[in-house]
């Protein structure tokens, strides 16, 4: 068995999503629709980071997935090195760098909401406690395009950050 775990659009009577979205998980066998959390959340990303829903999904599955927002840390921070396993030592960026890295990832932010604004719209996908979701489609070229934003980005703070 596996479950398929994602973010669902609900869907108005007119069967079109209405931007609430919810984590939800389905197995592959069949049975119920499972929905992660009681609140709403406004963008599939929302309710994919709700600590609430990812720890009812995880034990739903089985798989708990240890998400924990305290190990982030801003990109801009001289904290930074706080969760990296790969490099060893960093040097402290001036207040330029830590700028052009910001600018760098909100130009690629912006890319990446223009990319998502040309998916597919989503398709109904069944209902969950009596409330109708539906499935939004992972258009595959946009799905390329949006990696290779997130790569170009990668690239361009690697050389400030170097």
């Not at 939800?24 to 049975?31: I, L, M, N, R, V």
Request: charged share 30%; aromatic share 6%.
């Amino acid at each position: 068995m596996a479950w398929i775990v994602q973010p669902l659009e609900k869907c108005g009577s007119d069967g079109l999503g209405i931007g609430i979205f919810h984590l939800t998980a389905k197995s592959d066998e069949g049975g119920p629709l499972y929905v992660g959390c009681d609140h709403d959340h406004a963008s599939a990303d929302d309710a994919q980071a709700c600590q609430e829903a990812r720890r009812k999904i995880g034990g739903i599955t089985g798989f708990p997935d240890g998400y924990d927002e305290k190990r982030r840390v801003d990109s801009a921070s001289d904290d930074r090195t706080a969760n990296n396993a790969v490099r060893h030592s960093y040097r402290v960026l001036s207040d330029a760098e830590k700028a052009q890295m910001v600018a760098i990832k909100d130009k690629g932010a912006e890319f990446l909401n223009l990319i998502d604004s040309l998916r597919t719209p989503p398709e109904p996908a069944g209902e969950a406690n009596g409330e109708p979701f539906a499935i939004c489609t992972f258009d595959r070229e946009l799905t390329i395009a949006a990696e290779k934003v997130e790569e170009a980005v990668m690239w361009a703070v690697k050389h400030i950050t170097a």
